[in-house]
């Protein structure tokens, strides 16, 4: 299975987030961490984090580019069961079902958007779009040559709020 994997080719993420993901620890998208923010009021490096962040399953750090690589079936389920754990710790996750919901869906999107070849680079752009999340993935083949795709992530009708 193919899944996303931190890559930092220069230090700019680090005058760009507050928190940085580690260099080669697996990623996802991370759009859940904003879904009960206030989003009028990120200013700064969370604004950032919510444009262009992907987060890193271990640290909860940010990063502007991950590559796509081979996830085995053990750090697959090490990475559900980090996401399980820190949903129930970090969030409002009312109990470990839902907590393994929510880990399981990101970890599912998170493969889904690696259906390229090992060490495909992929960045995003996160919005929001007519009260819905809309992430904008950029994948960078080679170069000089870009392939973008748009994912619908969140819509306010989904919010059980």
Not at 117 to 126: D, K, N, P, Q, S
Not at 150 to 161: C, G, K, Q
Request: net charge negative; aromatic share 8%; proline share 4%.
């Amino acid at each position: 299975m193919h899944f996303p994997r931190i890559v930092r080719l220069d230090d700019s993420d680090s005058r760009v987030y507050e928190n940085l993901a580690i260099p080669g620890e697996w990623a996802v998208p991370g759009s859940f961490v904003f879904q009960d923010v206030d989003l009028d009021s990120l200013s700064g490096k969370r604004l950032q984090a919510f444009r262009h962040g992907f987060l890193g399953t271990g640290s909860f750090g940010w990063s502007t580019l991950v590559m796509v690589d081979s996830i085995s079936d053990e750090e697959h389920q090490a990475v559900i069961k980090g996401l399980v754990s820190r949903l129930m710790q970090q969030s409002p996750a009312p109990n470990w079902k839902v907590a393994l919901a929510t880990a399981q869906e990101e970890v599912d999107f998170a493969a889904s958007i690696c259906n390229h070849e090992i060490h495909t680079l992929l960045a995003l752009e996160r919005n929001i779009e007519a009260e819905s999340f809309v992430e904008n993935f950029r994948v960078v083949r080679r170069p000089n040559t870009i392939e973008h795709s748009t994912v619908i992530l969140w819509t306010a009708e989904d919010d059980p709020a």
